[in-house]
């Protein structure tokens, strides 16, 4: 078509060059229309082709759409074939059955009787198990209820033993350095204070800058009524030489837990219940006897703070 156009405008510039003003007007309207049908034609190509995508488009999703119908198609197939040859097994099983005799129908009636009976047994059985698990469930919801209680109650206790603790530390803080340690473990509160800090070599008198520990220690401990108060005395692996009462590291390390104890005798708040003195001579050493260092860390005194655990103990028992 562009081609018969091209040749039709050099025709025209031929013509024009040798004809009629008046031919040359028609040629050139005839010209004009043509370009117009031209780009008529060239958009209903454009259009055609767009409708070609479209239909290819088309067809290629009928395609897919057409492929995905027959896969259903043959699964439907296969169900229903399965399907037919389970239906023929049971009308096989059940033709079967029909042509029982009596006598086995009559035997089949006996066994379900039988077995109806064994299921009124099972389900009082059952009745009997629902009722005792529906008590045990109860009573593992008050054993759940005491245990948190429990588990809040022991929270408590050890909150208090820590603000107990920080208590002391602060208490004694003039002495961080002089052999004095405060720390927690296990629910408790361990003062240990070693021998320097408070008593001379194989003397169970406690000097100034101890008792003075001590007196600050008993400070915090009349604030804590519910605090029950085990002084330990300790001793090194030494054997005691001195005379008199004290016939050794036994009696040395107990006459020692007995003096920190009348120290804190004198103040009145602390109520003398809850003290205990106790001697452990060189039988529960922190550190080796072999060197001064380890055996000036055994030579201690001991303060070890529990919390009464009587409302706990309570707890435990009930559950």
């Not at 039988?114 to 529906?134: H, I, P, T, Y």
Request: with cysteine.
């Amino acid at each position: 078509m562009i081609k018969k156009i091209l040749l039709t405008v050099v025709a025209l510039i031929f013509i024009t060059s040798c004809v009629s003003p008046k031919v040359y007007k028609d040629l050139e309207g005839k010209y004009t229309n043509l370009k117009k049908e031209n780009r008529n034609l060239s958009n209903k190509n454009e259009t055609l082709l767009n409708a070609k995508n479209k239909a290819e488009n088309s067809l290629r999703q009928l395609q897919r759409d057409y492929d995905e119908v027959v896969v259903q198609r043959d699964k439907l197939q296969s169900d229903y074939n399965a399907i037919k040859s389970n239906y023929d097994n049971l009308k096989a099983s059940y033709d079967a059955l029909e042509e029982n005799s009596s006598a086995a129908i009559a035997e089949n009636s006996k066994k379900n009787r039988e077995l109806l009976a064994r299921l009124e047994v099972k389900e009082q059985a059952l009745a009997s198990e629902n009722a005792r698990l529906e008590t045990l469930k109860k009573e593992l919801e008050n054993r759940s209820r005491r245990v948190e209680e429990l588990e809040s109650l022991i929270a408590a206790k050890d909150a208090a033993m820590t603000a107990l603790k920080n208590a002391i530390s602060r208490a004694l803080s003039d002495f961080e350095g002089k052999g004095l340690i405060v720390e927690q473990r296990d629910g408790k509160v361990y003062v240990s204070m070693e021998n320097k800090l408070l008593f001379g070599s194989g003397s169970w008198e406690v000097g100034a800058e101890g008792r003075r520990a001590v007196q600050q220690l008993g400070n915090v401990l009349g604030d804590n009524p519910d605090i029950a108060v085990l002084i330990e005395g300790h001793t090194d692996n030494v054997p005691y030489t001195g005379s008199g009462q004290v016939k050794g590291n036994w009696d040395l390390s107990t006459k020692r837990a007995t003096a920190i104890v009348q120290i804190l005798r004198e103040n009145a708040t602390i109520n003398p219940e809850n003290l205990t003195a106790a001697g452990r001579g060189e039988f529960a050493p922190i550190a080796t006897n072999d060197t001064a260092e380890g055996k000036a860390k055994n030579r201690r005194i001991e303060v070890i703070l529990t919390p009464k655990l009587d409302d706990i103990s309570k707890l435990l028992n009930d559950l």
